[in-house]
């Protein structure tokens, strides 16, 4: 006897009756928002874990930018390209001995610095990070982040916490509104002492001064002169690896065997 020949046969088709777990108008509906926001965290991290990722480097910059875009988008590009590669050789994305990889390659998983930065770790046969978000206008996941390592997200408060929570280190390229919104999102967690004391690199000096006049926030009395202490400027992807040393990054090093990074 089939469900619809049943004498409960309503009773069965009600909403009502299926399993909550596999309900998706419920689990999708505005009750669940918390559920869901567990949900984002939870599978994230799960994975993670898996993969022995404890600590990342995060590396924002424009989706606009391309390597073969007007100048000085080429050398942006490159760049964060070369930083990614450095970075997973010397920093520890590689599985240790002790099943833990450090300073992995963490980015927004979009095309641009993210694409660059996550194809710098592919070019090394290292893993690295993508955390994309649901756009209205469909984002696509670059081919350069470990799929097993490729998230999607709804909630940018949730995104923001996985880019944030792991992170040793910050490194910030040339970008728009979504950079501007998490560098001061990361300057303002290091100025109240929210988040430990991860050192921030903003690449191109002079893109970033002729954006943001920092003297003029001191003089109006909005940050302390103090706070510019937070960041460091480079122009080579080998400035920037040694500004990270330099505030206190811990490299790990690549181990003494060919790594094999499709092995979680």
């Known amino acids: 006897m089939d469900d619809q020949s049943h ?58 930018i391309r390597e073969d875009g007007p100048d000085p988008h080429p050398r942006w590009y490159a760049a964060a390209r070369a930083f990614g590669a450095l970075a997973s050789k010397e920093g520890g994305a590689y599985l240790s001995a002790s099943h833990e990889r450090h300073n992995v390659i963490c980015t927004g998983g979009g095309p641009g610095i993210m694409e660059a930065a996550n194809r710098g770790a592919f070019d090394v046969g290292a893993p690295s990070i993508g955390l994309n978000i649901t756009l209205p206008h469909e984002q696509f996941p670059n081919s350069y982040s470990t799929p097993e390592l490729t998230f999607r997200f709804h909630y940018f408060a949730m995104r923001k916490m996985h880019l944030a929570m792991r992170a040793y280190a910050l490194v910030v390229f040339p970008g728009g509104f979504g950079t501007l919104d998490e560098l001061f999102e990361l300057l303002t967690l290091r100025q ?24 003029a926030l001191i003089e109006h009395g909005m940050i302390a002169r103090s706070d510019l202490e937070y960041f460091r400027f480079a122009e080579t992807a080998e400035q ?23 092995d979680p």
């Open 7 to 64: 004498p409960s046969a309503r009773q069965l088709a009600s909403p009502t009756y299926r399993l909550a777990s596999l309900d998706h108008d419920f689990i999708l509906g505005h009750s669940m928002r918390g559920v869901r926001f567990l949900l984002e965290f939870a599978k994230a991290d799960e994975a993670l874990r898996a993969w022995g990722v404890r600590s990342t480097i995060v590396v924002f910059g424009s989706a606009r």
């Open 240 to 262: 920037v690896w040694q500004c990270l040393l330099d505030a206190g990054l811990k490299p790990h090093g690549a181990p003494d065997w060919d790594p094999d990074p499709s």
């Open 192 to 215: 109240t002492d929210k988040s430990p004391p991860i050192p921030i690199v903003l690449f191109d000096e002079a893109y970033w001064r002729s954006i943001i006049n920092f003297e």
